[in-house]
């Protein structure tokens, strides 16, 4: 009858109903050591996060700098005068393999910077380990949620000014064009998509926030080139004297400037772009 017990309570046990709730409790539990992380960083509280790094942690920042736990409390100071904010989770979801969990948690921060308020989102991946009873924070990697920047509006005259075919090598080309209400560019071949202005001659495709078009020009004023700038590195496009206005029509006018010629033959096949 006892062994028949034990049996029974063991099967109970080790039920997936069992075992499904024990998974949330951790993820609930590490979700709340997760937000007094959060918590403890405007005011440079080194305690907690002391508490939770395992001895071996790693904390990779937004800027992609390795930072070892030493040298992570040590920079944990408070958000200097003038300076306030908090970072709620708005997202979380965790993975639990036994005494191992890894977590990915979206993070909302608002700053009031000297009365300005300040807004940025985070994603962060975790790894944590249960060790002796208590989870221990083994890796940290946090990244900067990149949003496209504000769009300002230019004269059609200026928008104009950057309509026209760019290479990038013999076979490498990128071609801009004025659809009569917008700029669209692409890579030849491929669809187009819109373009937006950041500020003049720096020019962005919506959804790439990484990646920025800037123009450059000679000392006349005209444009000769632009540089893809992803990050710190560029791609370089040097200017073609054709230049391209609505639906795909050629204009056979100097470079850099508004139109000011006459329509030459269609050349619609010519501007298949990304």
Known sequence: MIAFLLAAALAVLNSP???DNKT???VELLRAKDQALLDAIAPGDRKVWDQALAADAVYVDENGVEIERAEFLKQLEPLPAGASGTIKISEYSAHVAGDLVTVIHTDDEEENYHGQILHARYLTTETWRLEEGEWKLHL???YAVLHDPPAVSLSVADMQQYAGRYTGGTDLAYVIQWDGKQLMG?????ALKPLQVEVRDVLFVPGQPRIRKIFQR???GKITGFVDRRESWDLVWKVEAVRYGEQGTAKTREVGHPQRSTEGVNCDSAVRSR
Do not use: F
């Open 24 to 26: 949330d409790k951790n």
């Open 140 to 142: 940290v990697h946090t």
């Open 186 to 190: 692409g890579r030849q071949g491929a």
């Open 17 to 19: 109903a069992v075992a």
């Open 218 to 220: 000679d000392e006349k």
